[in-house]
């Protein structure tokens, strides 16, 4: 089946320190998603990604589709203490509705 | 304030016993989702729904049930024959099954003892 692996699985870096997490689908997605999840919380959803090589972004995060639609990323600039948790990428393949979720990449911050 | 409202928070039950988990939303959204978390995994798909009385099974929906006779709610069932129920359960809604983002509750956290 459709699978979404996420890397790095834990990431811990200093305050003020750039974070990039990486999706992977083995087949090509018509869309992805991304979530943050805070610890002890619920997903929030982030940003949606839909167009091959579109890139995206929020204040520090920077959000990018791959060429294929098989990749993205997640990328944070100079990470703060508020952006502790667990980020989620999930994608949709073609007519299958079912969102598929990684396993997520849990980051902590040290001030 | 919209949102969607997923009770109790806690749960404790006793094996064998079977569970119902109570999702409300008053977003006025189609599609409904059940997703289960386990320490260090992404969310598994149980059950969605994109229209009342109308429901598919996930990608582990074996020892669950669920029903959709009023739009704004999705109550899931745990059964006994749930091998492994202990988990943090969540219920997620969007506008269409196809469309855009989904909207979590909090959560419930089940522990069978």
């Known amino acids: 089946g459709q699978q979404v692996m996420q890397i790095p699985q834990y990431q811990h870096v200093q305050e003020g320190e750039d974070f990039t997490t990486y999706c992977n689908s083995s087949t090509t997605l018509s869309n992805i998603q991304w979530y943050k999840q805070r610890p002890g919380g619920h997903p929030v959803f982030l940003i949606q990604?839909?167009?091959?090589?579109e890139v995206k972004k929020q204040k520090r995060l920077t959000f990018q589709f791959g060429e294929a639609k098989k990749n993205s990323s997640l990328h944070i600039t100079a990470t703060q203490t508020t952006d502790v948790g667990t980020y989620f990428c999930?994608?949709?393949?073609?007519?299958?509705?079912?969102?598929?979720f990684g396993k997520g990449t849990l980051l902590t911050v040290n001030p | 304030d919209g949102g969607i409202t997923q009770s109790p928070k806690y749960l404790f039950r006793k094996e064998g016993q079977n569970v119902t988990l109570s999702c409300e939303q008053n977003l006025n959204h189609d599609a409904m989702y059940w997703y289960r978390q386990d320490p260090g995994q992404g969310l598994r798909l149980i059950y969605y729904?994109?229209?009342?009385?109308?429901?598919q099974k996930g990608d582990i929906a074996e020892g669950y049930s669920v029903s959709r006779e009023k739009k704004e709610s999705f109550p899931l069932t745990v059964t006994s024959a749930q091998k492994n129920p202990t988990a943090f359960y969540l219920c997620a809604s969007s506008t269409a099954l196809t469309v855009g983002e989904l909207f979590f509750g909090e959560g419930s956290r089940l522990t069978v003892l």
């Open positions: 990604l839909v167009k091959s090589g």
């Open positions: 729904s994109q229209i009342v009385n109308d429901f």
């Open positions: 999930a994608g949709i393949k073609g007519s299958n509705y079912k969102l598929t």
